[in-house]
């Protein structure tokens, strides 16, 4: 049966040397989710990763990986692409996917005509015989990402999974993704690419200096921005700035602000009865992006090492 | 534990296939060969210096005519018994000491020792290390001496010589067939498991590790490399048995020393018994080997670690080499115990001990060791390398690195 939260992580910490990578972080991932793991470089994205794999050992905290709290155990049902790309050079492409099914339990054979099938969805047909080291970086490391796959995992961990891929084959991955998703696997990813994780997440984790620093929808993480306007008068544009919020900068034409709390309907009855007119006025919430900045930019303020 | 052997068999068939499907590996089947070829070219070289020496080598005699046919005759007398450098009599003169002094100064010619004086009371000057070369002077001048005292002896026994195979094989006999034992499985494992010490760099290097250790335990990672290794050590030992043994089948009498062995525990169980040590020896020096090379950072390092292993290695060899040579004793019994060094001792305890039950003992022994040293292996790769937990294993793995 499968559990409802496939990926669940209690207050881990680790600490390497004198510095703390990892400072009591807590995830609990939903199951037949995209769920993503942000943060700057250097935040403990790839610590934790690995620390739910069971890869290395959390100094303190508990995790379980589809209901085992040794993840080692589940480990014939999760597929992993780490951030440092590797594969064998010497092998082909497909017999590279099938020793990765392998090492998962997939028989050799069974791994060997999934992995030319996956590869010739992918628009690698052609070099199903090629070997490794014949291939181009980015050719090899989606063999390695259908390595990652090919046993048909429940749980898919990707580290960084879109870094190193040019935008063609960012499209791909995207799209491998969804289709992952839509045929019940939970994926779990780490990036610092926002528009990535603003198209694909369902849910996200913003790590920074080794702690988590917010856990919720993308929405929910635009949210935590108030909502920004793009005002352009009909007359007198210099004068409206009287009248708009103090944080009102001119841009171009027109002018960039906060909306305030109360909402933008008394202000724009002011800038109508003032004269000024409205030529444009565009409210939009800020984009995950900005979310991010703002609560990392916390983070660091507050001292983290992120 | 299965999925465990089920994992290693996966990365052991790669390896052994990434091993075997190269080019090299045919030089590194073919390398015997080589080092025939030049065994060969080299001992043929030192044999022919050697037998140039030796053509070079005299033994000298100052006589007087009237003595020196008797001396020919007891020199060429006694070479029926044994060997001595060639003689020359020289013609005594009024000073024999100096024509000695000068014989044994000759250029280009190496005169061992040099005999003069009265036959009664000889003086015989020799090269410190020639002594023999020396009492085969003594023992002319004697035979001399006796044929003149007795009359030259009528008859000389003529033996006909029948060398008997012996109805039970001698301790000096057992004891070399152990010594071959150990020897062989010594130098099959000499060049067979340090190629461990390097198994690891490939993965680190190309970062495959990570996909590893999170796809399956190290454990299983290292003892499917030790076994994917041990499988091209096997194919290779295969080859060159195959070979040699289709050479004694068609050659007669080219198996004839291998059939002078005689262990007290019969040939073929004695047989079985080294391919199982080697086996084992291979194991627990290739784990060891695997776990220290896997510590290693870089390159340079693993090839710093080759001498230590070497050592390590040559020490084994001491040890069982003592075991073959005093098997009763506390230093053959602990080379026998010891987990590095009991698949050399083990081996030659078949050439003077029939009984099996302490083999399967052992067996069992080294099979614990080999697990062993496999889980201290991954732990302290897991602690040092991948920097994961702390404790023991944690300090001693980063310290190593």
Same mark, same amino acid.
């Given at each position: 049966?499968?559990?409802?939260?496939?990926?669940?992580?209690?207050?881990?910490?680790?600490?390497?040397?004198?510095?703390?990578?990892?400072?009591?972080?807590?995830?609990?991932?939903?199951?037949?989710?995209?769920?993503?793991?942000?943060?700057?470089?250097?935040?403990?994205?790839?610590?934790?990763?690995?620390?739910?794999?069971?890869?290395?050992?959390?100094?303190?905290?508990?995790?379980?990986?589809?209901?085992?709290?040794?993840?080692?155990?589940?480990?014939?049902?999760?597929?992993?692409?780490?951030?440092?790309?590797?594969?064998?050079?010497?092998?082909?492409?497909?017999?590279?996917?099938?020793?990765?099914?392998?090492?998962?339990?997939?028989?050799?054979?069974?791994?060997?005509?999934?992995?030319?099938?996956?590869?010739?969805?992918?628009?690698?047909?052609?070099?199903?015989?090629?070997?490794?080291?014949?291939?181009?970086?980015?050719?090899?490391?989606?063999?390695?990402?259908?390595?990652?796959?090919?046993?048909?995992?429940? +749980? !898919?961990?990707?580290?960084?999974?879109?870094? &190193? =891929?040019?935008?063609?084959?960012?499209?791909?991955? *995207? $799209?491998? #993704? /969804?289709?992952?998703?839509?045929?019940?696997?939970?994926?779990?990813?780490?990036?610092?690419?926002?528009?990535?994780?603003?198209?694909?997440?369902?849910?996200?984790?913003?790590?920074?200096?080794?702690?988590?620093?917010?856990?919720?929808?993308?929405?929910?993480?635009?949210?935590?921005?108030?909502?920004?306007?793009?005002?352009?008068?009909?007359?007198?544009?210099?004068?409206?700035?009287?009248?708009?919020?103090?944080?009102?900068?001119?841009?171009?034409?027109?002018?960039?602000?906060?909306?305030?709390?109360?909402?933008?309907?008394?202000?724009?009855?002011? +800038? !109508?009865?003032?004269?000024?007119?409205?030529? &444009? =006025?565009?409210?939009?919430?800020?984009?995950?992006? *900005? $979310?991010? #900045? /703002?609560?990392?930019?916390?983070?660091?303020?507050?001292?983290?090492?992120? | 534990?299965?999925?465990?052997?089920?994992?290693?068999?996966?990365?052991?068939?790669?390896?052994?296939?990434?091993?075997?499907?190269?080019?090299?590996?045919?030089?590194?089947?073919?390398?015997?060969?080589?080092?025939?070829?030049?065994?060969?070219?080299?001992?043929?070289?030192?044999?022919?210096?050697?037998?140039?020496?030796?053509?070079?080598?005299?033994?000298?005699?100052?006589?007087?005519?009237?003595?020196?046919?008797?001396?020919?005759?007891?020199?060429?007398?006694?070479?029926?018994?044994?060997?001595?450098?060639?003689?020359?009599?020289?013609?005594?003169?009024?000073?024999?000491?100096?024509?000695?002094?000068?014989?044994?100064?000759?250029?280009?010619?190496?005169?061992?020792?040099?005999?003069?004086?009265?036959?009664?009371?000889?003086?015989?000057?020799?090269?410190?290390?020639?002594?023999?070369?020396?009492?085969?002077?003594?023992?002319?001048?004697?035979?001399?001496?006796?044929?003149?005292?007795?009359?030259?002896?009528?008859?000389?026994?003529?033996?006909?010589?029948?060398?008997?195979?012996?109805?039970?094989?001698?301790?000096?006999?057992?004891?070399?067939?152990?010594?071959?034992?150990?020897?062989?499985?010594?130098?099959?494992?000499?060049?067979?498991?340090?190629?461990?010490?390097?198994?690891?760099?490939?993965?680190?290097?190309?970062?495959?590790?990570?996909?590893?250790?999170?796809?399956?335990?190290?454990?299983?990672?290292?003892?499917?490399?030790?076994?994917?290794?041990?499988?091209?050590?096997?194919?290779?030992?295969?080859?060159?048995?195959?070979?040699?043994?289709?050479?004694?089948?068609?050659?007669?009498?080219?198996?004839?020393?291998?059939?002078?062995?005689?262990?007290?525990?019969?040939?073929?169980?004695?047989?079985?018994?080294?391919?199982?040590?080697?086996?084992?020896?291979?194991?627990?020096?290739?784990?060891?080997?695997?776990?220290?090379?896997?510590?290693?950072?870089?390159?340079?390092?693993?090839?710093?670690?080759?001498?230590?292993?070497?050592?390590?290695?040559?020490?084994?060899?001491?040890?069982?080499?003592?075991?073959?040579?005093?098997?009763?004793?506390?230093?053959?019994?602990?080379?026998?115990?010891?987990?590095?060094?009991?698949?050399?001792?083990?081996?030659?305890?078949?050439?003077?001990?029939?009984?099996?039950?302490?083999?399967?003992?052992?067996?069992?022994?080294?099979?614990?060791?080999?697990?062993?040293?496999?889980?201290?292996?991954?732990?302290?790769?897991?602690?040092?390398?991948?920097?994961?937990?702390?404790?023991?294993?944690?300090?001693?793995?980063?310290?190593?690195?």
């Amino acid at each position: 049966m499968p559990s409802e939260f496939p990926v669940q992580a209690d207050n881990l910490v680790k600490t390497f040397g004198k510095a703390r990578a990892v400072n009591g972080v807590s995830l609990a991932v939903p199951q037949g989710m995209i769920y993503g793991v942000l943060g700057p470089n250097g935040a403990g994205k790839t610590t934790t990763l690995r620390m739910l794999l069971g890869i290395i050992d959390p100094d303190s905290g508990t995790r379980s990986l589809l209901g085992h709290s040794k993840p080692r155990d589940a480990s014939d049902r999760v597929g992993y692409l780490p951030e440092e790309r590797g594969l064998y050079p010497n092998m082909t492409a497909r017999d590279a996917i099938a020793f990765m099914g392998a090492l998962r339990g997939l028989d050799w054979k069974t791994g060997q005509t999934r992995g030319a099938v996956m590869m010739e969805a992918a628009g690698l047909g052609h070099a199903v015989t090629r070997k490794i080291k014949q291939m181009s970086k980015g050719m090899a490391q989606l063999v390695q990402l259908l390595g990652s796959l090919v046993h048909q995992p429940e +749980l !898919i961990v990707l580290d960084e999974p879109f870094s &190193g =891929l040019d935008p063609i084959n960012q499209q791909h991955l *995207e $799209a491998l #993704v /969804r289709s992952e998703r839509d045929r019940g696997a939970t994926i779990l990813f780490s990036t610092h690419v926002m528009s990535h994780a603003e198209r694909l997440c369902d849910r996200l984790a913003i790590i920074a200096g080794g702690e988590r620093r917010f856990e919720g929808t993308v929405a929910e993480a635009r949210g935590t921005l108030p909502l920004r306007a793009h005002y352009v008068p009909c007359a007198r544009a210099e004068e409206a700035g009287a009248l708009l919020p103090a944080d009102a900068v001119r841009d171009g034409d027109g002018w960039l602000f906060t909306v305030p709390n109360a909402g933008p309907e008394g202000l724009v009855t002011r +800038l !109508i009865g003032a004269g000024h007119g409205i030529a &444009g =006025l565009t409210i939009e919430r800020p984009g995950l992006h *900005e $979310a991010f #900045v /703002r609560i990392v930019g916390e983070a660091r303020a507050q001292g983290g090492t992120a | 534990m299965t999925r465990i052997f089920r994992q290693g068999a996966v990365i052991a068939r790669r390896d052994f296939l990434a091993v075997v499907k190269t080019p090299t590996f045919l030089l590194f089947l073919l390398a015997p060969v080589f080092m025939l070829l030049f065994g060969w070219l080299g001992g043929s070289g030192a044999s022919q210096v050697a037998e140039g020496a030796s053509n070079l080598s005299r033994i000298a005699i100052i006589a007087t005519e009237r003595d020196a046919d008797a001396l020919r005759t007891a020199d060429q007398r006694m070479r029926d018994y044994g060997d001595a450098p060639r003689l020359m009599i020289v013609a005594a003169g009024p000073d024999p000491m100096a024509e000695a002094k000068s014989l044994l100064e000759t250029p280009g010619t190496d005169y061992l020792a040099v005999m003069f004086g009265p036959l009664e009371e000889p003086v015989i000057q020799h090269e410190q290390s020639a002594v023999k070369a020396a009492q085969w002077l003594q023992g002319v001048a004697d035979q001399v001496l006796l044929s003149r005292r007795r009359g030259p002896p009528d008859t000389l026994s003529r033996p006909a010589y029948q060398p008997l195979k012996a109805q039970r094989a001698g301790v000096g006999m057992q004891r070399q067939t152990g010594y071959v034992a150990v020897v062989t499985v010594f130098m099959l494992t000499l060049l067979l498991a340090g190629q461990a010490v390097g198994m690891l760099a490939e993965e680190k290097s190309n970062k495959v590790i990570e996909i590893l250790a999170a796809a399956v335990p190290l454990e299983a990672v290292f003892l499917g490399k030790l076994v994917g290794m041990f499988g091209v050590a096997l194919l290779f030992v295969a080859f060159w048995s195959g070979l040699l043994g289709g050479i004694m089948l068609l050659v007669p009498g080219s198996g004839a020393e291998l059939a002078a062995l005689e262990p007290a525990i019969g040939l073929p169980t004695f047989l079985i018994l080294g391919a199982l040590y080697f086996t084992m020896a291979y194991m627990l020096l290739g784990a060891v080997f695997l776990g220290i090379g896997g510590l290693a950072a870089t390159v340079r390092d693993i090839q710093m670690l080759s001498f230590p292993v070497t050592i390590l290695q040559m020490a084994m060899f001491g040890l069982a080499t003592v075991a073959a040579g005093q098997p009763q004793t506390a230093l053959g019994r602990f080379a026998e115990i010891f987990p590095l060094s009991s698949p050399y001792a083990m081996a030659a305890r078949g050439a003077h001990d029939p009984s099996l039950t302490p083999h399967l003992l052992a067996l069992g022994w080294q099979a614990i060791w080999v697990a062993i040293i496999i889980w201290v292996a991954a732990r302290l790769f897991r602690h040092g390398v991948l920097r994961s937990g702390g404790g023991l294993f944690a300090m001693i793995g980063r310290k190593a690195r």
